[in-house]
């Protein structure tokens, strides 16, 4: 399809979730917010529910390997990655991306385990895992790992950029000063810069809404496909997502539109160590 005729349109890899609306779900839902169009291709079908992540089955790599080329070949302006389910999947992610890694932006979100999960359940192998650090990081244009993916960031060394979402920093808080700041930090990493953290207050009663990382990192790759630059698109993307997340009721997420657009209101307000405040 020419891109003159069809919508700004992003390639989506990763889990469905039709129990709980997080993976592949969310992604479309994000995308119609935005007024984008989603391809949709499925690694994985997830059965979730409020006690976590009971049972993944992981879809044959050939499988996974023609949804991802038949929504390229219908022309896409950006990729999302989330979850890959195994090494194998992760291979093939990384064989039919690697031709587009310099002409499409690629957002991956590193999600290998759930937040709450049946035990021996996972979103992704440890060699997955390992797999997608050696050589599916290098080719991104940007990761979005929450603070406990991230780490010590050695790994994320060779990634281009990495947005450390601190939306799952709260064990380690409380455990080094057994209190909480009033404020949640996102820190974005571009490799030659310094490194830019952006603050917004922390929300109460929203830790049972689920899929919000997923929606955050497919928020950054529709701006991305519109061709916002990348430091506008995740304040974007941040300033979206804290509206959408105080606006959530019954522990569910609703992306809608939003007065919100890149380049608007950009918060020019500093405080005196130079963070910005959303």
């Given at each position: ?18 129990h ?50 038949d ?14 389910g ?25 999600v290998s ?62 455990f ?5 700041p ?97």
């Amino acid at each position: 399809m020419s891109a003159l005729l069809r919508p700004v349109t992003i390639l989506c890899v990763g889990g469905n979730d039709i129990h709980m609306g997080a993976g592949l779900q969310t992604d479309l839902a994000v995308a119609e917010a935005l007024g984008c169009h989603a391809h949709l291709a499925p690694t994985m079908h997830t059965v979730q529910t409020e006690d976590g992540l009971q049972s993944v089955d992981v879809l044959d790599r050939e499988a996974v390997g023609r949804s991802m080329l038949d929504g390229l070949s219908d022309g896409v302006d950006a990729i999302k990655i989330g979850a890959l389910g195994n090494e194998l999947i992760a291979e093939v992610v990384v064989e039919i991306l690697d031709p587009w890694r310099d002409i499409l932006p690629i957002v991956f979100d590193p999600v290998s385990q759930a937040s709450k999960s049946k035990t021996g359940v996972c979103l992704n192998t440890p060699a997955g895992v390992q797999l997608a650090e050696q050589r599916l990081l290098p080719m991104v244009t940007l990761a979005t790992p929450n603070s406990m993916e991230y780490g010590s960031g050695k790994s994320y060394l060779e990634c281009p950029a990495v947005l450390q979402k601190g939306g799952h920093a709260d064990p380690f808080l409380r455990f080094e000063s057994d209190a909480q700041p009033d404020y949640i930090s996102d820190v974005l990493h571009v490799r030659g810069r310094v490194a830019l953290e952006m603050r917004h207050a922390r929300l109460d009663n929203i830790q049972a809404v689920h899929g919000t990382g997923c929606a955050l990192s497919s928020l950054v790759t529709c701006y991305l496909a519109k061709g916002i630059e990348l430091e506008n698109a995740v304040i974007t993307a941040l300033r979206v997502m804290q509206q959408w997340l105080g606006n959530t009721k019954d522990a569910i997420l609703h992306p809608q539109a939003s007065e919100i657009l890149p380049g608007t209101r950009m918060p020019d307000q500093r405080d005196a160590d130079g963070h910005i405040w959303l």
